[in-house]
């Protein structure tokens, strides 16, 4: 019988995130796919957790960022369903449990892959793009067990036919041992834009802009898309520090990359150069982002966005 797949599914208040939902479309390849949860997750979970095809949810609670104590609790699964590849999105706080459980569990690591196959024989297979996307890498996980933690947009979210009807069951998660404890949570204020490293279309401004993002955040919001920037246009305090792109800010990976007003600097391609498909508006014929774009239009941003933006609207179906 094959050994199961245990997802840990990110949540926001019990709603599954699109990446938790991607891995569980990505885990089926694997095995019989289990959901994991940390904190409060219910019925809609669970009925979304059974929508992308895991016949049980698993609980951890209380709800902790706490690696050790998580890594403890979801190395104890690991044991009690004899799961053989566990599977988490590539964030900042799952790669340090993904190293912590790998180390507990005795299982091979791998972090930021961008997709995931099966060896003869069932070995666990990644793939990870390397050096700002210039070399692309396979690696085999040698060990029985395999942590992997796959990159937002590695594979697009895809329901079964038949909805699953998980088990829920809730675990204890020991947090005696830990020696921190959250005090406070202040959530930083939403735009209503997805989250700049999970989404699937980012687009991006930079000195270009000039400091005016008017034009970019009309067209990310025809695409349904996040907003970005280069470290020009965060150190100018055009947009907080938090959109920066590149070696300096985040990594994105999304399906679709609209860079205008962006010269395309080595530090900024570290960031992006992994995107599906790369766009780029640029007033600059020579602008070294046309050696990586897909698609590419010289001329001015103020011009080229809105034309795109409205032609967006005009091609969008009614309702
Ligand atoms: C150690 C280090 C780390 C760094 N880390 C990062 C990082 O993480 N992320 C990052 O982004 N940068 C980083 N940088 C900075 C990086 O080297 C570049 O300076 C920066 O990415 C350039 O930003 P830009 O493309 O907005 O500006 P520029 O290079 O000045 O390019 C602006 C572009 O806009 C075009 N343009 C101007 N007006 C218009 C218009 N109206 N319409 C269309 N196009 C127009 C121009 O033709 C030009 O190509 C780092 C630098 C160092 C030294």
Not at 11 to 29: C, F, M, N, Q
Not at 103 to 116: E, F, N
Not at 121 to 134: E, L
Request: glycine share 10%; hydrophobic share 45%.
């Amino acid at each position: 019988m094959t050994a199961p797949v245990l997802v840990l599914v990110d949540h926001h208040d019990g709603v599954p995130r699109a990446s938790g939902l991607e891995l569980l479309t990505a885990a089926r390849d694997l095995g019989p796919v289990e959901a994991v949860c940390i904190g409060e997750a219910g019925a809609q979970a669970a009925a979304e957790v059974g929508r992308f095809g895991a016949g049980a949810l698993h609980v951890l609670t209380p709800g902790t960022t706490a690696p050790v104590a998580l890594a403890a609790a979801l190395a104890r699964l690991v044991e009690t369903t004899g799961a053989a590849t566990v599977l988490m999105s590539s964030t900042f706080e799952n790669k340090e449990l993904a190293a912590h459980l790998a180390l507990v569990t005795d299982a091979g690591l791998v972090v930021d892959a961008a997709g995931l196959e099966t060896a003869d024989g069932g070995r666990v297979v990644t793939v990870q793009q390397a050096f700002a996307a210039t070399w692309t890498l396979r690696s085999e996980v040698l060990r029985p067990r395999a942590v992997v933690a796959l990159k937002p947009n590695a594979v697009p979210a895809t329901p079964v036919d038949t909805p699953f009807e998980p088990t829920v069951t809730t675990h204890d998660v020991d947090v005696s041992a830990m020696r921190e404890r959250v005090v406070e949570r202040t959530p930083r204020p939403t735009s209503g834009r997805p989250d700049l490293t999970e989404a699937q279309v980012v687009v991006v401004g930079g000195r270009g802009t000039e400091g005016d993002f008017s034009a970019v955040e009309e067209l990310a919001d025809v695409l349904g898309a996040a907003v970005g920037a280069t470290r020009v246009a965060t150190d100018e305090g055009w947009i907080g520090h938090e959109a920066q792109i590149g070696q300096t800010g985040v990594t994105v990976s999304p399906r679709l990359y609209v860079g205008a007003g962006v010269s395309g600097a080595v530090h900024h391609r570290g960031g992006m150069q992994a995107s599906g498909t790369i766009v780029a508006v640029n007033a600059d014929p020579e602008a070294p982002i046309f050696e990586i774009a897909d698609l590419g239009v010289v001329g001015d941003l103020f011009t080229i966005l809105p034309q795109a933006a409205a032609e967006l609207r005009r091609l969008r179906p009614e309702g």
